[in-house]
């Protein structure tokens, strides 16, 4: 079972930028990556994906022009840069993993069977 490892979080002011990082245990090559997201009171949500070859991204339209998915495979690590950064982005963002790129954008969040610790991320006004 793969292990994901989130870091990079921390407190922003609005408009400013972070770069997250989720580190995997095994090798990432043949894996849609993907960040999720969850805010106090709210259920965790789609936030952005990659195909496994790193050409085809999705992102969920309230963050679209503004955060920025990437992988390096050769770090076993996905990053997502994220940028002009709003109070209503303060979540607890973990990353995920999938063989088909389509599913891990529609699969709901519940039904991925273990999650990293997430890496906290937030955006004072």
């Known amino acids: 079972q793969v292990q994901l490892v989130e870091s990079g979080g921390g407190l922003v002011q609005a408009g400013g930028s972070l770069r997250l990082s989720c580190a995997a245990s095994i090798a990432i090559s043949s894996y849609a990556m993907g960040w999720f997201r969850q805010a106090p009171g709210k259920e965790r949500e789609f936030v952005a994906a990659?195909?496994?070859?790193?050409?085809?991204?999705f992102y969920t339209d309230s963050v679209k022009g503004r955060f920025t998915i990437s992988r390096v495979d050769a770090k076993n690590t996905v990053y997502l840069q994220m940028n002009s950064l709003k109070p209503e982005d303060s979540a607890v963002y973990y990353c995920?993993?999938?063989?088909?790129?389509?599913?891990?954008?529609?699969?709901?969040?519940?039904?991925?069977?273990?999650w990293g610790q997430g890496t906290l991320v937030t955006v004072s006004s």
């Open positions: 995920q993993a999938h063989g088909n790129f389509g599913k891990l954008i529609t699969v709901a969040p519940r039904a991925f069977d273990a």
């Open positions: 990659i195909n496994w070859n790193g050409v085809g991204t």
